[in-house]
């Protein structure tokens, strides 16, 4: 429809090339709302007459009932659209729709309203997911388990602890996507191709009648930015990576060698050849998925990196990897969810492995330093005694007086104290003592529970408020329209 100076068609092979019509149904229903909105706002400022309006808003109407994924020879979704307009309603009316916009701004418009929905969505599944952990936690506040470095066994802990720092770093992820949100939100269209138009439009107009919150005023900025979707799968990115040393951590800890956790059926896969295989595939998934995200940001990075400002056609291929992220970033969240929901935590065994190992010999060291021994002497002195320990492969509050005096020769010490230490510090009066805040303490694990879930209902009014408010906004555009083609 456009190659009214180019002599030649698009060969078979070339136009599949170009074409993004694939791609596009994603943003057939913006580009039809956007569309709609701009030739309201054309004939509220006189620019197009109300009977040539109503012919295009009723054509547009019937657009939204079409079936686009037909074949076709258009390069795209905008000249489909269009082309299919005018055949309907005939060039006179239908040729007036495009009237002081370009597939630039019209395409940048179909994008941002696109990944402002996805932004939402995810914000919400972030919430769930973070719902989920947060009651899990509330549940296993006592649960004891063994904390890592190095995949060593460091401190003890409880679980609960565990499952906030995964909350807390996707309240992060949240923020991240609740910041950048307010970025995408604004309005581009009424940029034209890159230098704007002498037409009067009024770019406000068609912003509110969208839900959004401004325009991005410079038009060469406004065709020519892809940062706010750069921003999009960053933030995508980041998320995944959380969710993926999520997924590692049970898998290591669903293996039979650890036992802490047995994910529920629904979320393994069995093996062709071995019966007895409960294997973690789902998690190994979001795993490999993390890296196909990591793979779209560095696609969308060095593609816009090259181009110089105003449209380029490499921006066309920035979009499926923008679907592609919404679509597995959604499905991640989602399953992580429900598996969370699911998921049986094996108490005793977590609870044997932070007995069976020395994890207290930090909490029993700071003891020593309560009773004004330099942190370094005491470090010492409890290292010689797990040194001890290990050999005659006992507990710690398991060595004999006589085995500690023994081993304590040459350091001076109080071994009635060092003694009323040992048998008195076990795991338990160990998550009693520890209060720092943040720590693995008990009651720690009872305020950070009650603040986080106080966070989640604070983010979830906001998230609500914004799709209400894009709900509405194109409520009212539907009724504007309504009332226009009566
Ligand atoms: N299909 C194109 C895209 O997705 C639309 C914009 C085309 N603009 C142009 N000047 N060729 O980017």
Redesign the pocket.
Known sequence: MYRSRLGKNLGKITLDYVS?LND?IQIVMYDILGSQAHVIMLYENKIIVKKDLKKILTGLEFLKKENFRKKSSS??I?ELIESLLIKKIGIDAGGKMHTAR???DQ?ALDIRMKIRDDTNIICQCLLDTIKSLVKLAKKHQETIVPLYTHLQQAQVGLFSHYLLSYADALFRDLDRFYTTYDRINENPLGAG?IGGTSIMIDRQSTGKMLGFNGIVENSIDATTTRDFAIEYIAASAILMTNLSRISKDFSIWSTSEFSFLELSDEFTSPSSVMPQKKNPDILELTRGKTSQIIGNLTSILSTIQVLPSG?S?D??QV?PSLWDTSHTVISALLIMESMLNTIIINKKNMQKAAEDGYLIALDLAEKLVHHDISFRKSHQIIGILVKAAHKSRKSISALTKLEVKNVMKGEKVNLELLMKLIQSTTVMSSLNDRKSQGSSGISEQKRMVIHRMKKIDIYQKEVKKRSNNIQNSLDNLNKKVKTLIK
């Open positions: 993004s596009d390069e795209d905008h370009s597939r630039n395409v191709p449209y056609r921006l066309q979009n």
